[in-house]
């Protein structure tokens, strides 16, 4: 047995001894997003810090504890806050989490994220549901491989599943929701991007430019979970607005949408358990 394969096991045990419960969903909740956990049905939680060998996140305005719960009938497990690869972890690291909610019986992930619009047609507040991805990080897969969970070597030609976006899709026409599509790059950060950057990023394809997602979408599909993941625009791109950037903003608008934000999750976490 790898000594990843190991570190991860001995979290699972952690998770088994003190938590008694199967999710079907694994949600991670992006900048200013969190609560959402705070208005399922709740079970049981488990603080990052009690979990031997896992790694415990700094960024502001993230909780640092899985939520067990259901939203409606559906048994889901939610990180209220993520890791990431900006506060200096290793990317194994950062997407052990991942791969920990794979090993609890989650079949889907859905992520979710704060992000910058690079598309001169987004506006703040926008929701983009993502339909694919640039990694500018470095891979997760890197060193030596979980064989016990995917291979060397994994297919990535549909990171998000067509037909989970698709589910997502008729609930946000059921709901009323407008909602984006495009393509969500990710960069190291934690600084935000030049107005150069932000160009680059254009021509490179990418709709929506942030600091996370794409590496644990990569962990997923190695494993062989289902992904589904929705941006929220929560500022224009530098250079799309002449405004300087700030963490307030991008929190102030998460705030802002969050009550529509919630009921699209929640109506979609529904629509999709069904399919499962
Ligand atoms: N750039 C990178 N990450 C982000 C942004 C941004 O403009 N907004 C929220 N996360």
């Known amino acids: ?34 609560d959402y956990a705070d208005g399922i049905d709740i079970r049981a939680t488990l603080d990052y810090k009690d979990i031997e060998g896992f790694p415990v996140s700094t960024a502001p305005g993230h909780k640092g504890r899985f939520v067990f719960g259901y939203v409606g009938e559906v048994p889901v497990v939610v990180m209220q806050g993520r890791v990431h690869y900006y506060e200096g972890y290793p990317m194994e690291d950062v997407v052990l989490p991942v791969r920990l909610m794979k090993l609890m019986g989650a079949e889907v992930l859905f992520v979710t994220n704060a992000a910058g619009g690079v598309n001169w047609h987004f506006e703040c507040g926008d929701f983009m549901l993502i339909n694919d991805q640039i990694c500018m990080a470095p891979s997760p897969l890197i060193g030596e491989n979980l064989d016990e969970l995917g291979p060397r070597f994994p297919d990535m030609s549909e990171i998000y599943s067509k037909k989970l976006r698709d589910i997502v899709k008729k609930t946000a026409r059921e ?21 150069s950057e932000v160009r680059m990023v254009r021509t490179l394809g990418a709709d929506a430019v942030g600091m996370s997602t794409a590496c644990e979408a990569i962990a997923a599909n190695h494993m062989g979970m289902k992904t589904v993941g929705i941006s929220c625009i929560s500022n224009l791109a530098c250079g799309v607005s002449n405004r300087p950037l700030s963490h307030a903003e991008v929190q102030e608008t998460a705030d802002r949408v969050a009550p529509l934000f919630k009921k699209l999750i929640t109506a979609s976490v529904q629509n999709i358990a069904k399919e499962l």
């Open 1 to 34: 047995m790898s000594k990843r394969y190991e570190r991860l096991m001995k979290c699972y045990e952690c998770f088994k001894a003190k938590v008694d419960f199967t999710p079907k969903i694994a949600l991670i909740l992006g900048s200013g997003l969190g």
């Open 175 to 195: 709901l009323d929701v407008p909602l984006r599509e495009g393509v969500y790059i990710q960069l190291t950060g934690p600084n935000y991007e030049s107005p």
